[in-house]
């Protein structure tokens, strides 16, 4: 009594606890119904909730007059049960299973007011000694708790919802809400209640509620049934989201808790993971029907297959007097009538296009003189002038050696033909496409390999500066990508550092990123600052990138004074290696190129000291596929001060670039600058050590 109590209190409305009540506590004691009339106006009483009883039975003991039958007039004048063991008899007409079966009616008192009255039916006789007595009425006093919580819906369809409660297979009745654009679910059968994993105890009916992976099909096949009055049908709708967790886990995919052994142990419906054979039927001007079932039924199964072969048709010739015997699927593919005379095999030549009779001649001979099975395809000609392929299959009846006529089968074969044709000329047209994309591919990859060469030999730069660049193309080859790099003396002593990204592959990107790399070194020899030098790339890339935007970090080393102006357009920080320490200089939160006109950029100014090495890089150096850039940066910063021992600009990109830090298959752009101590001697290359000439 105590966990029915519970489960009671938890209802949201009196149906649901008459539901709950019936189940936990009476059912138990052998009773099958429950009622539970509230007391109201003039001395009326109104029906709050029921259990175990049909909805038409439910509507017609909606409303009870004062002149109610005798046992519920007694049991509330006399505030006291009354308990009919052998059912009430003739006399009395209560709702129940019958004359015979036993009843009780038990007024629901509150507070020394009689709020209500409860009849509790048997499907027999019953004998009700103290014990039963003492536990039904224990149960009714839980009843008193929630009846003044809202009623039961009245259901305006009583007679659909009771034959749905009928069916073995789930069903359930949907209805247009408040909102016109809103359907709920009315009501669901038993069956459909444990289908959908008692996600109508929820309290949300609408349809997205109910069904919330499925609804949009739904609500599309209802809507379709109330606009066309038809039955609407679909074979397969999925329940499963791919991102849900599997049945029996939690939220989050893990293990369910396990019950508390304090508490009674909940029941969880099994969940149901498809609606297959759904029917959706139209039912009055604002409800649908729906019925599926959670195993497939051949019998619908048989039919859907026979739907797909409404194009076959069978036939059968006779050559020694009698008819030609045509199925009903055959005069729909010759167009004709079914008063119209079937046509035998060696009579339909008028009625294939003339470049098709060799074909049929071919089969004919085949039947009778060669005696076996054969088939062709035949255009043949309807009556409206139309033309129909169909596939003939054949064989012959034979008697000893004689051939007595033919069985087969049509097939219209018309669409298929029309989608080989489609597809051959979609295949012409995709090889010519195919042919321009490998001829755009080639010439970006050739312009990109011009501009922005694998690997740049080391170089001796003014004021003691010593730089080594790479560029990693993109894993994928068809990936022809956009990164750009460039290290060049300016005329008035200063050296240009730059690197950048313009977004997307392609011929595109490459021809972006040539436009970029040629205005920003033809920018640089007017010989204003980096900002300024950024602020006009930004124009360049508005009006001439198509859309496109781009990351780039542009700087310029003053030998005179050793000092490093440099700005950043939303691109990665620069990596500074000083005494055997790799650290990241802090970029000014500035935005991308080609995002907005007009756009002042800042600047940074580092000092260089001798020794230092300073490393530009871009962003497929870093970035990993499931991780973000923080990481990669981490990543980085360490490896580097694995490899500060590495003077060499050479032997630093070529120690970074083979270790896998990036994982996307992006291409990569990384420059090192070192500036030399004084009599340091131009490092050597990876093949030995060695100064080169300053020319090198």
């Known amino acids: 009594m105590r966990r029915t109590a519970a489960a009671v209190e938890t209802a949201d409305d009196v149906g649901e606890a008459a539901r709950t009540l019936l189940e936990g506590g009476l059912g138990p004691l052998g009773a099958d119904s429950l009622w539970l009339w509230r007391c109201a106006d003039a001395g009326c009483l109104r029906l709050a909730g029921h259990a175990g009883v049909g909805a038409s039975e439910a509507l017609a003991w909606w409303w009870i007059p004062p002149a109610a039958p005798e046992p519920i007039r007694a049991a509330l004048d006399g505030n006291a049960p009354v308990w009919l063991g052998d059912g009430p008899g003739a006399a009395s007409v209560l709702p129940g299973a019958g004359p015979g079966a036993a009843q009780a009616v038990l007024p629901l008192r509150r507070r020394g007011t009689t709020a209500g009255v409860a009849l509790v039916g048997w499907p027999g006789p019953v004998h009700f000694d103290p014990a039963l007595r003492k536990a039904v009425t224990g149960l009714m006093d839980i009843v008193v708790t929630i009846l003044d919580r809202p009623d039961t819906d009245a259901a305006d369809a009583p007679l659909l919802v009771d034959l749905l409660d009928a069916l073995t297979h789930p069903a359930a009745l949907l209805r247009i809400g408040a909102t016109a654009d809103v359907l709920v679910v009315e009501h669901a059968n038993e069956a459909a209640v444990t289908a959908l994993g008692g996600r109508l105890l929820t309290g949300d009916r609408t349809l997205t509620g109910v069904f919330p992976h499925v609804h949009a099909a739904l609500d599309r096949l209802a809507r379709r049934a109330r606009h066309t009055r038809r039955a609407q049908h679909a074979a397969h709708l999925s329940l499963v989201d791919p991102a849900d967790p599997a049945p029996g886990s939690g939220p989050s995919g893990a293990a369910a808790t396990a019950p508390d052994p304090g508490q009674p142990e909940a029941v969880v419906p099994e969940r149901q993971d498809a609606l297959l054979d759904v029917r959706v039927l139209p039912a009055g001007a604002d409800r649908c029907a729906v019925l599926w079932h959670c195993a497939a039924d051949p019998g619908l199964a048989v039919g859907r297959a026979v739907a797909r072969l409404q194009s076959v048709a069978t036939f059968q010739d006779s050559l020694t007097g009698g008819d030609t015997v045509w199925s009903e699927q055959a005069y729909g593919i010759f167009g004709m009538s079914r008063d119209e005379p079937p046509l035998p095999l060696l009579a339909l030549r008028p009625r294939v296009h003339q470049e098709d009779g060799e074909a049929l001649t071919t089969l004919l001979r085949t039947l009778t003189e060669r005696r076996t099975g054969a088939q062709t395809v035949l255009r043949v000609l309807l009556p409206e002038g139309s033309v129909r392929h169909v596939r003939v299959a054949a064989e012959p009846l034979l008697d000893q050696n004689a051939v007595t006529g033919f069985v087969g089968v049509f097939q219209d074969v018309s669409a298929t033909r029309r989608t080989e044709l489609a597809l051959t000329a979609t295949f012409d047209h995709l090889n010519a496409v195919r042919s321009q994309a490998e001829l755009r591919h080639q010439l970006a990859l050739q312009l990109q390999q011009a501009i922005v060469p694998e690997a740049t030999a080391l170089r001796e730069l003014p004021g003691g500066l010593v730089a080594a660049a790479r560029y990693r ?45 040629n205005a920003q070194r033809a920018l640089a020899f007017t010989g204003r600052p980096p ?39 939303g691109h990665l920080p620069l990596l500074l290696i000083r005494g055997g320490r790799a650290r990241l200089l802090d970029p000014p939160q500035d935005i991308l190129l080609g995002a907005v006109p007009s756009y002042t950029y800042e600047e940074r100014r580092t000092e260089l000291e001798p020794g230092d090495t300073l490393l530009f890089y871009t962003d497929g150096l870093v970035e990993r596929r499931h991780d973000g850039l923080g990481p990669g940066l981490a990543r980085l910063l360490a490896v580097a001060g694995r490899l500060a021992d590495r003077e060499s600009p050479e032997l630093l990109v070529d120690a970074l670039l083979g270790t896998a830090l990036g994982d996307t298959d992006d291409d990569t752009s990384v420059v090192a600058v070192r500036l030399r101590r004084p009599g340091e001697a131009v490092p050597g290359d990876p093949g030995g050590p060695g100064a080169r000439p300053a020319g090198a």
């Open 531 to 569: 900002a300024e030098l950024m602020g006009w790339l930004n124009e360049v890339t508005l009006r001439t990138g198509g859309g496109s935007t781009a990351t780039a970090v542009c700087a310029l080393y003053d030998p005179a004074d050793g000092g490093l102006v440099w700005s950043s357009a």
């Open 473 to 517: 193309p993109a894993a994928e080859e068809y990936q022809v990508g956009g990164d750009w790099y460039d290290v060049v003396a300016l005329p008035d002593g200063k050296v240009l550092l730059a690197v950048g990204d313009i977004a997307g592959h392609g011929i595109d990107s490459v021809t972006g990123m040539v436009a970029l790399r």
